[in-house]
């Protein structure tokens, strides 16, 4: 070793090094969170993680077992998932009390995201960005008191009629959590 540092000491200066560029890397990226979905049976069916993203969250989705073809998927305002039903999710996030629907022109809900498309297989794999909804404090916050939920229905969302888009039941749910 040159300076006269020994490795020892090399190592012990080191730790301190890596510890303080992981958490800097972890404020950087900013709070993630997860939901673990579940179908009306409660069997798990996937998993959605979240992440800050310009304008809003980013929403990464993968799931199996699900009817072929387009299915709406929202972030709902309360962060319970009662089956079979799952009502208890609430409405869509809706904290500037917008309409419905991506094609709307007075929305819309911070919670509305395209549709999920479900291939033959009965699997889909998607990331959204759910604009107007933030992993901070706020108005769209995913960890507002008494949380958030994503919810997948049964039919796809028309994106323009207040206030579910016409997408029918809700099929499977989970709770975002931080992660």
Do not use: W, Y
Not at 41 to 63: D, Y
Not at 64 to 74: D, E, R, S, V
Not at 101 to 120: K, Q, R, T, Y
């Amino acid at each position: 070793m040159t300076a006269g540092i020994t490795k020892e000491a090399a190592r012990v200066l080191a730790v301190p090094l890596v510890i303080a560029t992981a958490a800097l890397a972890a404020v950087a990226s900013g709070p993630s969170a997860r939901a673990v979905l579940k179908n009306a049976e409660g069997k798990e069916i996937g998993t959605a993680t979240f992440s800050p993203a310009k304008g809003g969250v980013k929403v990464m989705v993968q799931v199996a077992g699900l009817a072929p073809g387009k299915h709406g998927i929202h972030i709902h305002a309360v962060g319970r998932c009662e089956p079979p039903d799952f009502t208890s999710a609430g409405p869509h996030l809706n904290p500037l009390q917008k309409k419905h629907g991506l094609h709307n022109p007075e929305g819309a809900h911070a919670g509305d995201m395209p549709n999920l498309s479900v291939g033959d297989d009965g699997k889909a794999s998607a990331t959204f960005t759910a604009r107007g909804a933030t992993m901070a404090d706020g108005a769209g916050s995913l960890f507002r008191p008494g949380g958030t939920a994503l919810v997948i229905h049964a039919d796809p969302d028309d994106e323009k009629t207040d206030p579910t888009g016409n997408s029918g039941t809700r099929i499977a749910c989970g709770v975002v959590e931080k992660s």
